[in-house]
């Protein structure tokens, strides 16, 4: 099965789609840098459903309007000690959250509740590169300058590493003899494999991916069950590297490439992908402790409100700037909106450099 239609950039601007198969929950903003693990879009399913019986707790008669007592709005995701009612007066009431969950409406008097969300499916950048556009509810274009290659088959996996090449001079084919501590953590490419036992065995190194020109078809359902993302290039069955693939991967050998194959199976029609930008990325060192202060805008990265703007309010006890014990637990409470303030882990949170 040959592929005459790959597409191929040498050197030049890539954009890249990230869909959801269906809609869900879009986490990030155009002009947001991302790196490759970041959450581009999710979906989930709820397990359960809880009612909140609100005119016991507020103590209020059958016939008065819930609505008026509320904080919350239908929808809403609502966090552990976030308050969902309030009665003022002479006897003031309370009502907070249990348990995370997000509110459905009001039956009967009671709030309806769902919780336990379970992923279903969640799509993630898989290089370094900027947001250029978002589709509501399904996700999101991605940019970045380099070389880029499409190939005609991948088994579902996302990677990324050194590119490096087998001795094509020698056939190019992956071989017992290339299995050795140079692929770990590498990206290899080469014409093809020919010994399914091979491929199996090579998963002992660890390798960031592997490139084939070719795969017969039976070798197919070993790669498709490989740690790591295994691409073909050019056809299903044997051969090699065609010219134009093997120029642009011989070019980038030695710089970081980034390899992306959905995992929908038979019902995504995307490509895989192979990235190499042009600058390398490198991962932000520097401590977001050390440079959060209150007034900071930030985007929260996952959970209920994933996805969603807030302000800095307050950096909660041992997060001063001038703190020299950095803790896993370190927290920082966040204003969504006049309503709605959560506290969070800063693991949890990025900041939004405002030019």
Same mark, same amino acid.
């Given at each position: 099965?040959?592929?005459?239609?790959?597409?191929?950039?040498?050197?030049?601007?890539?954009?890249?789609?990230?869909?959801?198969?269906?809609?869900?929950?879009?986490?990030?903003?155009?002009?947001?840098?991302?790196?490759?693990?970041?959450?581009?879009?999710?979906?989930?399913?709820?397990?359960?459903?809880?009612?909140?019986?609100?005119?016991?707790?507020?103590?209020?008669?059958?016939?008065?309007?819930?609505?008026?007592?509320?904080?919350?709005?239908?929808?809403?995701?609502?966090?552990?000690?976030?308050?969902?009612?309030?009665? +003022?007066?002479?006897?003031?009431?309370?009502?907070?959250?249990?348990?995370?969950?997000?509110?459905?409406?009001?039956?009967?008097?009671?709030?309806?509740?769902?919780?336990?969300?379970?992923?279903?499916?969640?799509?993630?950048?898989?290089?370094?590169?900027?947001?250029?556009?978002?589709?509501?509810?399904?996700?999101?274009?991605?940019?970045?300058?380099?070389?880029?290659? #499409?190939?005609?088959?991948?088994?579902?996996?996302?990677?990324?590493?050194?590119?490096?090449?087998?001795?094509?001079?020698?056939?190019?084919?992956?071989?017992?003899?290339?299995?050795?501590?140079?692929?770990?953590?590498?990206?290899?490419?080469?014409?093809?494999?020919?010994?399914?036992?091979?491929?199996?065995?090579?998963?002992?190194? +660890?390798?960031?991916?592997?490139?084939?020109? +070719?795969?017969?078809?039976?070798?197919?359902?070993?790669?498709?069950?490989?740690?790591?993302?295994?691409?073909?290039?050019?056809?299903?069955?044997?051969?090699?590297?065609?010219?134009?693939?093997?120029?642009?991967?011989?070019?980038?050998?030695?710089?970081?490439?980034?390899?992306?194959?959905?995992?929908?199976?038979?019902?995504?029609?995307?490509?895989?992908?192979?990235?190499?930008? #042009?600058?390398?990325?490198?991962?932000? +060192?520097?401590?977001?402790?050390?440079?959060?202060?209150?007034?900071?805008?930030?985007?929260?990265?996952?959970?209920?409100?994933?996805?969603?703007?807030?302000?800095?309010?307050?950096?909660?006890?041992?997060?001063?700037?001038?703190?020299?014990?950095?803790?896993?637990?370190?927290?920082?409470?966040?204003?969504?909106?006049?309503?709605?303030?959560?506290?969070?882990?800063?693991?949890?949170?990025?900041?939004?450099?405002?030019?």
């Amino acid at each position: 099965m040959k592929n005459s239609s790959t597409k191929i950039i040498t050197s030049g601007n890539i954009c890249c789609s990230r869909f959801l198969s269906e809609d869900g929950a879009v986490t990030v903003f155009p002009g947001q840098a991302v790196d490759p693990s970041t959450q581009i879009a999710y979906r989930k399913i709820w397990r359960k459903h809880f009612l909140m019986n609100i005119t016991e707790m507020l103590e209020i008669s059958s016939d008065e309007n819930i609505r008026d007592y509320l904080t919350i709005k239908e929808g809403e995701f609502i966090s552990v000690g976030e308050v969902i009612a309030k009665r +003022s007066g002479k006897k003031t009431q309370v009502v907070t959250a249990k348990i995370s969950s997000r509110f459905l409406g009001i039956s009967s008097g009671s709030l309806i509740f769902e919780t336990d969300p379970d992923d279903v499916e969640n799509v993630i950048a898989g290089f370094p590169g900027v947001v250029t556009d978002i589709v509501p509810s399904r996700g999101a274009y991605l940019e970045t300058i380099g070389s880029y290659l #499409q190939g005609i088959w991948g088994n579902g996996k996302k990677g990324q590493g050194i590119l490096l090449s087998m001795d094509m001079e020698k056939g190019g084919i992956f071989g017992l003899d290339n299995i050795t501590v140079d692929i770990a953590g590498a990206i290899v490419f080469a014409n093809t494999c020919l010994d399914p036992e091979v491929l199996k065995s090579s998963a002992k190194m +660890s390798p960031g991916g592997l490139i084939f020109g +070719s795969l017969s078809s039976s070798i197919l359902p070993i790669a498709m069950k490989m740690p790591f993302p295994v691409i073909v290039t050019d056809l299903i069955g044997v051969g090699r590297l065609s010219d134009p693939v093997h120029m642009v991967l011989g070019e980038n050998i030695i710089r970081f490439a980034y390899l992306y194959s959905s995992s929908n199976g038979t019902q995504n029609t995307q490509r895989p992908e192979i990235i190499i930008p #042009q600058e390398e990325y490198v991962p932000e +060192s520097e401590s977001l402790l050390k440079k959060l202060k209150t007034g900071d805008q930030i985007r929260i990265i996952d959970g209920f409100h994933g996805g969603e703007l807030g302000i800095v309010v307050e950096l909660l006890p041992g997060m001063e700037n001038d703190s020299e014990a950095l803790s896993e637990m370190d927290r920082v409470k966040v204003c969504i909106d006049q309503n709605t303030e959560i506290v969070l882990p800063l693991s949890n949170i990025e900041m939004i450099n405002v030019k």
